[in-house]
């Protein structure tokens, strides 16, 4: 519990030992500014993301878990944008500057980090309220980058990986539902260990037509998309609700009535659950074969749930093809 | 004061009108990641600074200065690399989305930033108590970037503008000391409103051998200087109180009883004062016109005030040429 000033604090937990920089990173840390340079011709996808604690983690999560989320929700965006990740700044506001807490906050981080050869570059340390801004950067070709505005009518409608796990967890942490114990510490770990969807990101350049991160959950965040490109889609829900991980043990264990009970909640965590870090991606019906390759190159599950139309709006259908208008209104206050 | 939801806020105070965004900008705010396009060839200079409310700022400042001032603070370390400005992210954690304070604030920031031509590409916005973190980015050819390790012994070291005013500004404010109405308002400017010195830090590449910007004080931040140079220096303490913009107020108008009285704070302020962000740079001796015609080309004042020694260390010395043994120790903790 003893204090550190802020070098000292730099010094001891976030420099790190000489090391190659990597290919993309010719000045880091300790100058005024950090040095990026880009492949020739590369343009540098940049995203910046602030959590704050009581609001984005609960003021005692796991130190540990908190350094990889925090950057994983910024690998996430360059996923999202096919880009390849170079580097990053971390700042960070500490009400104390707690031994501990640090050492385990930092070796989260760069367990991550060093996971996808992120370099931290620079940043910022001050006394605050507990809050973490890190900034990343990912390099992408030219015309290579997935954008949100690409999406084509006739195209399919992917995500990849489960959706809704972490508003499971985070409603069942509120005391909102109950998960029975081994539930909820699957869907714990989603929540708090989301793991950015990189690879498939950068086996999706050429193929997919638009893509981007699911933060807000599928309705807010495939209508970004929607909204970009000028289009509409159709969803079906009973997919995009199967991919619940969870859903199996209401469907077996549990019994139907469980199931039955729990079918609004699984319903809305899968298309407005926030912070699944999923990615939900366009592609037009000719790409399925390559789309179905780069999910297996990049070993990460992907699952078709709807398709792009030419008439704007979102439309939720279920299992009978019934749209599923009600409800739909309902959603619209989760994506904020 | 009524309360705005993120996207809302986003298109009313930071999304701009289109325009051409700027060669080195590709896609601004919108998308998961915003895509920068160095010239080709081009390092992307990178920095990071937050600034946490009742620590960096007082909580009731004007919010047209904290914009102004939250850019200003990161341009000063491109700035101190020789870079150019190209963009900056922009994250804001907010109590509450006031929209009186997001007009004026953004106003200010945005006032700054067209006038470096840079382009706010992306953040984030959310509740919480009120922290702005800003990561800017700027290019610079590689190789030219100025670089806190290439001092060398026998090169002189200057300053930019004045120095300590900022910190004399916040002494007053906070009540440790008296200023006159005028002198405080002018002191006040520099410590809320400080013009980041882009200009000349351009225009010192190839000129300069080190550089750093004046944000914790000058012995703080030529000290980093001469650790990552591995050389020592000699300042002249008479020199640099001079600088001190009311420095004139207290040797004339006030009397030399009044000097006499403050003649400690102002040594204090000058040479240990934070937030003048102002640069400190060293250049060879044979250097001393182009360092003039630099500093007549970006319209900054320069002044002289000592030279890189061999030997370590950081000599303080009087008008007499004494050392100021004695008063270098008390400056340490006002670096931290």
Same mark, same amino acid.
């Given at each position: 519990?003893? &204090? ?47 959590? +704050? ?13 908190? /350094? ?18 170079? %580097? ?19 070796? $989260?981080?760069? @367990? ?8 931290? *570059? ?5 006394? /605050? ?13 030219? $015309? #290579? =980058?997935?954008?949100?505005? !690409?999406?084509? =009518? ?17 409603? @069942?942490?509120? %005391? ?5 114990? &081994? ?14 969807? +990189?690879?498939? !990101? ?11 991160? *699911? ?7 495939? /209508? ?6 000028? +289009? ?14 969870? #859903? ?25 659950? /926030? ?15 390559? +789309? ?9 599950? *992907? ?29 619209? #206050?989760? !994506?904020?």
């Amino acid at each position: 519990m003893s &204090e550190l000033g802020e070098f000292e604090l730099i010094a001891r937990y976030f420099k790190r030992p000489e090391r190659a920089l990597g290919a993309g990173v010719a000045l880091g840390v300790g100058d005024d500014c950090a040095l990026l340079q880009p492949g020739a011709g590369m343009q540098l996808a940049v995203s910046s993301d602030m959590l +704050v604690s009581g609001r984005h983690f609960f003021a005692d999560v796991d130190p540990r878990t908190l /350094g990889h989320k925090a950057l994983a929700v910024n690998l996430s965006d360059l996923a999202a944008c096919g880009a390849r990740p170079l %580097g990053f700044t971390l700042a960070l506001a500490l009400p104390t500057a707690n031994a501990d807490w640090l050492a385990a906050f930092s070796e $989260g981080l760069f @367990a991550l980090a060093d996971a996808h050869h992120c370099i931290l *570059v620079g940043g910022d340390t001050t006394r /605050g309220p507990l809050n973490i801004c890190i900034t990343v950067f990912g390099e992408v070709p030219p $015309g #290579h =980058a997935l954008l949100r505005s !690409g999406a084509r =009518a006739g195209d399919d409608v992917y995500v990849s990986g489960t959706l809704g796990d972490a508003a499971l967890a985070l409603k @069942a942490m509120l %005391g909102e539902i109950e998960l029975p114990p &081994e539930v909820l510490m699957q869907a714990r770990k989603r929540l708090e260990q989301p793991a950015p969807r +990189v690879a498939l !990101g950068l086996a999706l350049r050429g193929i997919a037509t638009a893509a981007a991160d *699911v933060s807000d959950g599928l309705v807010g965040d495939l /209508g970004h998309i929607l909204e970009q490109s000028g +289009v509409g889609a159709t969803v079906h829900t009973e997919i995009a609700t199967s991919l619940i991980a969870s #859903h199996a043990y209401f469907m077996g264990a549990s019994g139907p009535n469980d199931l039955q009970k729990m079918a609004p909640q699984l319903l809305q965590c899968a298309l407005a659950g /926030g912070d699944d870090y999923e990615l939900v991606f366009t592609a037009p019906a000719t790409n399925r074969e390559a +789309v179905l390759s780069a999910a297996q190159r990049s070993a990460t599950v *992907v699952t078709r749930i709807g398709r792009i139309d030419s008439e704007p709006g979102l439309r939720l259908i279920d299992a009978q093809g019934k749209p599923l208008a009600q409800q739909l209104a309902s959603f619209d #206050h989760f !994506g904020t």
